[in-house]
């Protein structure tokens, strides 16, 4: 499929900017991550977009009810542990009925070296799913540029709130030993 | 205690007098009854829950309608839960954002047990230690003044503001707490559709 061959040669965060851009997605709150090292450099250097870095994922949520309020869309880019910082926030996606988005690399499933990653990141589909959040996987580079078309597409016109989990397969296992 | 202390409602009303275009985010607890009592307004969003989100909620309001003033008005409880949101801010630093916190140096929807701010906090400190470079403790009635002028208009950057204030609790003001009605509401007045 040429469609498949182009985003995997320019690779799967291109192909996440790409779905951001197209449903104009405005804010980008994040904590970084190794897995989003990529997508926060295109972030950073598209005009059109607005980065604002957090000292914790909860305070995304806050900031993309605001976004909304004002008339932009956004999204909470984080890691897996940043989904337990964020669970009372999500007060605001339910009560308000937010078109929410995040996107979420995973830590503590796949050839994970550090312990301490997995008691959150076994939950956090669980976490999300509990306060009400629709959650997709992408396991493979092939499959992130259709799983965020849709999601975005399910947040921002239809207004599920959504969360897209980049598997750490995919990503690749954090090497701690050299 | 003898540092001036204001008396709540009226501060407020005197932030919120001869409103035009101003945006309004309260924080949960008095300052949203504060904040409704001064007048309900379709350029209100009152927050009834998510403590600690309150400055957060007037960032990306702030970041996407920049030519447009946002007040957060908020409490001292509701600001310390979310403190490290002021580094949040500052990095962004809106010149359309102020942040007024209601320090009474008590959780007063909780019984009025001491806050932090009873105790060696300094709010303004801590504003200013993140890089807001505006950061204000109101001692005088021409202070007061002052700051509503300021937060009317867009400044160079974000301006955080502390009010001590009587820790008198006073009788609840309800505005609407349907938070889809509040959202559309907003967005309605800045002639944005529902979704």
Request: a neutral charge.
């Amino acid at each position: 499929m040429a469609g498949t061959s182009r985003v995997d040669a320019l690779g799967w965060p291109a192909a996440i900017h790409a779905a951001l851009k197209k449903h104009d997605v405005r804010q980008v709150a994040y904590v970084p991550d190794g897995g989003h090292t990529e997508l926060l450099q295109r972030v950073h250097a598209d005009p059109a977009m607005t980065p604002v870095l957090l000292t914790s994922e909860q305070e995304g949520v806050g900031v993309l009810m605001g976004a909304w309020l004002g008339g932009q869309r956004g999204v909470l880019v984080m890691q897996s542990s940043g989904v337990g910082n964020c669970v009372n926030m999500l007060s605001l996606v339910r009560l308000c009925q937010l078109p929410f988005l995040a996107l979420v690399t995973m830590r503590g499933e796949w050839g994970e070296f550090n312990p301490w990653q997995v008691p959150m990141g076994s939950a956090t589909a669980q976490a999300l799913q509990l306060m009400g959040i629709q959650v997709q996987r992408a396991e493979t580079p092939g499959e992130v540029g259709a799983a965020m078309q849709a999601a975005c597409s399910m947040a921002f016109e239809g207004g599920t709130p959504m969360a897209v989990l980049l598997a750490q397969r995919l990503i690749g296992a954090k090497e701690f030993l050299k | 205690m003898t540092a001036p202390r204001f008396q709540r409602r009226p501060a407020v009303a005197r932030l919120l007098a001869g409103r035009r275009d101003l945006l309004v985010v309260s924080g949960l607890g008095a300052p949203t009854y504060d904040v409704a009592a001064a007048g309900d307004h379709d350029r209100n969003f009152y927050l009834w829950g998510a403590m600690g989100s309150a400055a957060l909620v007037g960032l990306g309001l702030a970041l996407a309608q920049p030519k447009t003033p946002v007040l957060v008005v908020t409490g001292d409880g509701e600001m310390l839960m979310g403190l490290g949101g002021l580094a949040t801010v500052a990095l962004c630093n809106p010149g359309n954002l102020s942040i007024v916190v209601l320090d009474n140096g008590l959780y007063g929807e909780t019984g009025g047990q001491e806050s932090h701010t009873s105790g060696p906090t300094d709010l303004p400190a801590v504003a200013r230690g993140c890089g807001i470079a505006d950061t204000r403790t109101v001692t005088s009635e021409a202070e007061l003044a002052a700051l509503a002028t300021r937060l009317h208009a867009i400044g160079n950057g974000t301006l955080f503001a502390r009010i001590p204030i009587d820790p008198a609790p006073l009788p609840r003001i309800l505005p609407p707490r349907d938070g889809v009605y509040l959202k559309n509401r907003m967005r309605s007045a800045l002639g944005l559709s529902p979704l």
